[in-house]
């Protein structure tokens, strides 16, 4: 059985969104008085949209007015290379001269070509550096799959960021691509040494850079949809008939289900239950109640022992079976439960 969702093909932006994408361009249209240097430099930004083709040769993107273009680190200028650092295929990103004088350090939006992530689950679950335990919000189709991993963000003494990252699995490889902002803390700078970077710009260069992700397309003119949630229980690789969510069981526990060929290891993936403390309560396996070697969802069963004195908030854990133990292919989805005394 496989109750993927399909691709949609999508109409024109909701008429909030072609306001901020209007208001994007005249907000910032007036700083970009922007040139780029001799052939070596980054590419100014287009008069007009520009197509571009990404490493591999399956997807194309679409360059918009206001925002410039490098493909190496050595073509950044000013913040930007805080933002898309040196690994990256395009860096899309607001030119200093849109933001000097303010708070904002760097606006980017950095796509790479993920070649360490070649199966459907990796590309769309593995997770973005420095996380763990995030579950994706997941659109599956057939032949894209996007994940979003969204409000990401992290903090330091003097600055923070926000940030996406969003994955396209195009059914040969992976695309990764991460919007951010990176910004000092306006209390940490003396009064009118600059001014802040307000939220409705912050908001008008969010439209820049969802404008690229939604021309993202497959040269076939397959058209690609992101999750519009940042987070999901991952129902979209493994769902459980039972036990079901918030349940209150006892032992042995029945673990009945449903996941995706790719979740399983020789036709097995491991379960285990886990106090809020984080201590492993019982640990098993499930098994395939049928071929395991396919794309599609595989019916599973198994059962696990365990001992509750007292009634006992714990999480049942379906992980993904990982014989390569690289961190990037791990993946897990969660259900609350409530264990009894027998």
């Not at 901020?20 to 361009?25: E, G, I, R, T």
Request: hydrophobic share 40%; charged share 20%.
């Amino acid at each position: 059985m496989d109750a993927r969702e399909r691709n949609t093909q999508p109409g024109r932006a909701p008429a909030r969104r072609r306001t901020v994408m209007a208001a994007a361009l005249l907000l910032l249209g007036g700083a970009l008085s922007f040139a780029a240097g001799g052939g070596e430099g980054p590419e100014a930004p287009a008069a007009a949209e520009v197509t571009h083709t990404l490493a591999g040769g399956e997807v194309m993107l679409a360059h918009p007015e206001g925002l410039a273009l490098a493909v190496n680190a050595d073509q950044l200028l000013g913040g930007a290379a805080i933002g898309c650092g040196e690994a990256f295929d395009h860096c899309f990103y607001l030119p200093e001269a849109a933001h000097a004088g303010s708070n904002l350090t760097a606006a980017t939006l950095r796509v790479s070509v993920r070649d360490d992530l070649r199966a459907e689950v990796s590309c769309l679950l593995a997770q973005p550096s420095g996380y763990s335990d995030l579950r994706p919000g997941v659109r599956r189709g057939e032949p894209v799959s996007t994940a979003r991993f969204g409000d990401l963000s992290e903090g330091a003494a003097g600055s923070y960021s926000r940030s996406d990252v969003l994955r396209l699995w195009s059914g040969e490889a992976c695309y990764e691509f991460e919007p951010r902002m990176v910004l000092t803390r306006i209390e940490n700078h003396e009064p009118g040494a600059v001014r802040e970077f307000t939220e409705d710009e912050q908001a008008a260069v969010t439209a820049l850079f969802e404008r690229v992700l939604d021309s993202v397309t497959l040269v076939n003119g397959t058209r690609v949809s992101w999750p519009t949630a940042p987070r999901s229980t991952l129902e979209a690789f493994v769902r459980l008939a039972t036990p079901r969510s918030g349940a209150s069981v006892t032992s042995p526990l029945a673990v009945r289900g449903e996941a995706v060929g790719p979740w399983f290891f020789e036709g097995s993936f491991p379960v285990e239950l886990q106090a809020a403390s984080g201590e492993v309560l019982a640990t098993g396996f499930v098994i395939a109640e049928g071929h395991w070697m396919t794309s599609g969802f595989v019916t599973f069963s198994g059962e696990l022992e365990f001992e509750a004195e007292e009634p006992t908030e714990a999480v049942l854990v379906l992980k993904r079976d990982n014989p390569s133990d690289l961190p990037e292919n791990d993946a897990s989805a969660q259900v609350p439960l409530l264990l009894l005394p027998e």
